[in-house]
Structures are given as structure tokens and as C-alpha cells.
């Protein structure tokens, strides 16, 4: 929990998180969402659906279940959300044009 605790209150986003558990356990919540998916879910509503439990949890790791975020809690976890956001539309960018120069 010490490096969670630090990445959420001393901003070292990313910083000393295992990349491969990561990156498995991303995996794996994508693997879930696309079941719901195809099982008929409306893509919309299983994103929705994962934010708000990820909004749980995150709530539940920096505040514990006695706590609650304060508004400058609030604002380091949207501020984290939007880092993890800007990455993950860097990564698709690099891939699609990766993507794009095999094809030439």
C-alpha cells in the first residue's frame, strides 16, 4: 500500500508500480468489460459501470472505508485519471500510426 499511498498524495505517477502487474491486471479488466460487451452490454454502460467501481475503489485506497476524499483529494485523483487518459491516448496514437506506416 506504500507505493499506492504515494502515488496518489506525492504524484509520482507510475513512478514504482510493477509495469507487468500492471499492465496484466488492465488486461484483465478490459477482458471483463468486452464479456459484458458481448454478452449484449451496451459499450457506453460498461465503461460507465467501470469508472464509477474505479471511482470506488480509488475512494476506498486513499481514504480507507471510515474516510471520504476532501476536495483536494478529489482534485489529485481527477488529476490522475486525466494522466492515465492522456497515456492511454499517446499509446493508441503511436499504435495507429505505427499501424499506418506498415501499411505504406
Known amino acids: 500500500m506504500a507505493v499506492y499511498y504515494d502515488y496518489f498524495f506525492e504524484g509520482n505517477f507510475m ?29 457506453q454502460l460498461v465503461s460507465s459501470a467501470l469508472m464509477a467501481a474505479s471511482c470506488v475503489y480509488t475512494s476506498y485506497v486513499a481514504a480507507g472505508n471510515e474516510g471520504v476524499l476532501l ?15 492522456v497515456r492511454a491516448q499517446e499509446l493508441r496514437r503511436a499504435e495507429l500510426e505505427a499501424k499506418k506506416a506498415g501499411e505504406a
Not at 496484466?24 to 458481448?38: D, P, Q, S, T
Not at 482534485?75 to 486525466?82: A, F, G, L, Q
Open 15 to 43: 513512478s514504482d508500480f510493477d509495469e507487468a502487474a500492471h499492465g496484466e491486471m488492465l488486461n484483465r479488466f478490459i477482458a471483463i468489460a468486452n464479456e459484458y460487451k458481448n454478452e449484449g452490454a451496451d459499450p
Open 71 to 85: 476536495e483536494p483529494g478529489i482534485e489529485r485523483v481527477v488529476t490522475m485519471y486525466r494522466q492515465h487518459l
